[in-house]
């Protein structure tokens, strides 16, 4: 019951009394229902009242849960988007360091092909610039095979030698070398020729004077007093060279024929 609708029941109750000539019991009894219904149906419209902002907060509570729960659900949305776009700039950042990396190795080596060209281009330039006179090349090698003719070992030796640097890049090399051998092998000096020989095998080893070469390194050994190397070698030249002028008189010579 409101204070109001109690201090209106208090005076009507007061004044009950004081009027009770002027009205019967009837009619007090009419007032009295009459105000009691008054005051019962304030208290259900208060009550009614109190009911709707019951409901009213229940609903707004409720309303403020959905919207913090919503609020919360967007929040973490939001965190799981910013972890996303920060592991995809990683990722993009990984790519360009990469890129980076690849266009640094491509262009150190794409500089090193460019240096390595530009070196072929001046070496086939210097080449060219320097290369040698057929004629004269051909000429300096019979002139020193015509001082071996002669008898002319160390002049042989000399021009041989001054042929293989003069021309380095010849097809007369392994046989200029073998000559070499053969003059010092004339001049008995066979430790020499023996190491003359040795480089042709060495530089030249499929050369057509690389079977000669190992005759000649037999013969020095046999001159020398190492007869079982010498036959070692020509058992060595048999088995490398079969089918060869060489290999035919190292066979020989294994026979004992000479």
Known sequence: MSLRA???LGLCLVAIPARAGMFDD?????????????????QKAGEERLARIETGLARIETLVQDRSIDLARQIDELKQELARMRGENEVQANRIDALDRRQKDLYVDLDARVRKIEANAQVQEKQAATAPDPAAEAK???AALNQFKLGNYQSSVAAFQNYL????NSQQLPSAQYWIGNAYYALRD???AIAAQ??????WPDSAKAPDALL?????QAELGEVKAARETLQVLQKKYPGTPAAEQAKQRLAGKR
């Open 190 to 192: 066979f430790k020499m």
């Open 140 to 142: 300096a090698y019979e």
């Open 198 to 203: 040795q480089k042709v095998l060495a530089f």
């Open 165 to 168: 640097s003069s021309y380095p």
């Open 26 to 42: 009837d009619e007090a009894r009419k007032a009295i229902i009459a105000l009691r219904g008054q005051v019962e149906a304030n």
């Open 6 to 8: 109690a201090l209106l």
């Open 216 to 220: 000649n390194i037999a013969s020095c």
